[in-house]
């Protein structure tokens, strides 16, 4: 827990020398919401609310996902690799990039908040909505991570990221917008529990794999 405990503080000053990456991906987040304002000007359907905000939502973890492994060169790999295992820096990586994740999906959900009012919750259920946003984050900062760990160390750059990654998130980005658009349309907790209980099985699974096939890779 310590080796852990250290990797993390490491991430988040990592992030915080590098505020221009983080602006970049904000700005990135406002642009995209922008246009749809100026494509739609109105958004009332809570089905097409949900669906934009997760396309928004992946487009922008993709993009936050690819510096993960980037930013550290080969011999800063073979440092950490004698000083922490491998779940270690797996753990503190993916914990880091899903909280990353969270903190630009909320930022995401203020601007459209901001640019097409509160309208489409005025049926929702927001104890659900909220869940959801934070479990569908997470579990595309714990796929994305081990693809993005994956993709550097075959040595084939950023752009595997994204072709591993779509087919890989695709059952989890269905569940998401399932749940999300549920709570969008007032469903109770009863009615909407079997897609919450999938996005839970979904997020454990892709942490508990990451866990597992992490140190064989990180081997190499």
């Not at 459209?112 to 900062?141: C, H, N, R, Y």
């Not at 693809?147 to 990654?165: C, F, H, T």
């Not at 695709?170 to 549920?182: A, E, Q």
Request: proline fraction near 2%.
């Amino acid at each position: 827990m310590t080796a852990f405990k250290e990797l993390l503080k490491k991430e988040i000053r990592l992030e915080l020398r590098q505020k221009h990456a983080l602006a970049g991906v904000g700005m990135y987040v406002l642009a995209t919401v922008f246009v749809c304002y100026l494509s739609l000007e109105t958004l009332e359907s809570q089905r097409l609310w949900g669906g934009l905000i997760w396309i928004t939502g992946l487009f922008t973890a993709f993009n936050a996902m690819q510096k993960t492994f980037q930013q550290e060169g080969g011999g800063t790999q073979l440092y950490l690799y004698t000083l922490a295992s491998a779940r270690s820096v797996i753990l503190s990586k993916a914990l880091y990039n899903a909280l990353l994740v969270s903190v630009l999906n909320t930022a995401s959900l203020m601007f459209f908040i901001l640019f097409f009012g509160e309208k489409p919750f005025a049926d929702a259920d927001l104890s659900q909505f909220v869940l959801g946003l934070l479990l569908g984050s997470t579990g595309l900062g714990f796929t994305l991570t081990f693809i993005s760990g994956l993709a550097y160390k075959s040595g084939s750059g950023v752009g595997l990221v994204a072709i591993l990654g779509f087919p890989v998130i695709i059952p989890l980005l269905i569940t998401i917008v399932r749940f999300t658009t549920g709570a969008l349309l007032g469903l109770t907790w009863l009615e909407n529990g079997l897609n919450l209980l999938v996005l839970v099985i979904l997020n454990a699974s892709s942490l508990l794999l990451s866990l597992l096939l992490f140190p064989y890779l990180w081997r190499d």
